[in-house]
């Protein structure tokens, strides 16, 4: 069995600040990670994905996550945040053995960014 | 352009009539799922599909059936709808080769 846990619910940061959305996951084999937005009504979008090799992966906005195998963290970053961040954003995992679990993604239930101006 | 399209879009049903959701994809994608957003309960896994004529049960599978006749397109059927199926309902899929889902833009669904 795969799982995610997001442990806040809410983040609320300053404008220009730094900003951290936490995820830490459970997988049988290795995993590869991801991290989707969603801004209000609208579908989920692709941020970026850890699939091997470097520790830091960069993603689309500025965004960028660093993976922990030893902590089996996945915890989203950047480096000063925008008020057109606010969104909802979900970290997803899935184990890389070929056809495990069917391919399935396993979700967290979702952080809820709020940058203020 | 090539992606995952869904129809409807939004749609409100009365408690006990019926409906199919369709979601088709173009890129000869293997691997299709259907997921249901909740507040505070992110997406869970409803059914999903490794290949034509072939359905799996996922996290939440009650009230809901599936179809894949077809490669390109997997149906999600509601018999009887009930005010709990109330949700945003997301069609994802996924190549052989993939890493990451293709996602739908979503149906919302409400259940009256």
């Known amino acids: 069995a795969q799982s995610v846990a997001q442990p806040e619910d809410q983040v609320n940061v300053a404008e220009g600040n730094p900003l951290t959305v936490k995820c830490t996951y459970s997988v049988s084999g290795n995993p590869y990670l991801f991290w989707y937005v969603q801004y209000p009504n609208r579908g989920l979008q692709f941020l970026l994905k850890y699939i091997t090799g470097d520790n830091l992966v960069k993603g689309s906005y500025g965004f960028e996550a660093e993976f922990n195998k030893s902590q089996t963290s996945f915890h989203l970053k950047k480096p000063s945040a925008l008020v057109s961040d606010s969104a909802l954003y979900f970290c997803a995992v899935r184990d890389q053995r070929s056809g495990a679990g069917s391919y399935q993604l396993t979700f967290g239930k979702g952080t809820k960014l709020s940058v203020i101006p | 352009n090539a992606g995952v399209t869904q129809t409807p879009k939004f749609r409100v049903l009365k408690t006990g009539q019926s409906m199919t959701l369709l979601c088709a994809q173009d890129m000869n994608h293997e691997y299709m799922y259907w997921y249901r957003q909740d507040p505070g309960m992110g997406l869970r896994l409803i059914h999903y599909s490794v290949g034509e004529g072939t359905t799996a049960k996922g996290e939440v599978p009650d009230g809901y059936n599936v179809s894949r006749l077809k490669k390109q397109n997997f149906l999600l059927g509601l018999e009887s709808a009930a005010p709990s199926q109330t949700s945003v309902y997301f069609c994802?899929?996924?190549?052989?080769f993939g890493y990451g889902y293709t996602f739908g833009s979503g149906t919302r669904l409400t259940v009256v």
């Open positions: 994802a899929s996924i190549g052989q």
